[in-house]
């Protein structure tokens, strides 16, 4: 499966925007989603999952509440939507996929999309 992430962009503090990872060469059905994060500096960080069958879904602590994750199998696309940015969440976001992953967290992501960035400014 290959992964396409996108709708990063520049926000404002307390603003919103909806990311989306596209896939192609399989079918979305198969494979749970998972979006991870990396800041200049910083590690790459778990930020939310979704699994297969939608039943398990995941967020970190600093996100809660303000970030969510969904899926359209149809459009083989998991989109990410998030609210109530914060200067913090400026980075670069990956989406990832565990073949047949049926609960969140996973722990074994072999297909990688590019990432898109997302700037929040103060």
């Known amino acids: 499966v290959q992964l396409q992430a996108s709708g990063g962009g520049l926000v404002q503090s307390g603003g919103s925007l909806r990311l989306s990872c596209a896939a192609s060469?399989?079918?979305?059905?198969?494979?749970?989603i998972a979006w991870f994060r990396q800041a200049p500096g910083k590690e790459r960080e778990a930020v939310s999952c979704i699994s297969i069958s939608e039943s398990s879904r995941s967020y970190a602590d600093s996100v809660k509440g303000r970030f969510f994750i969904s899926r359209d199998n149809a459009k083989n696309t998991v989109y990410l939507q998030m609210n109530s940015l914060k200067p913090e969440d400026t980075a670069v976001y990956y989406c990832a996929a565990e073949y047949l992953g049926i609960v969140c967290p996973g722990n074994r992501y072999d297909y990688w999309g590019q990432g898109t960035l997302v700037t929040v400014s103060s």
């Open positions: 060469g399989s079918a979305l059905d198969d494979y749970a």
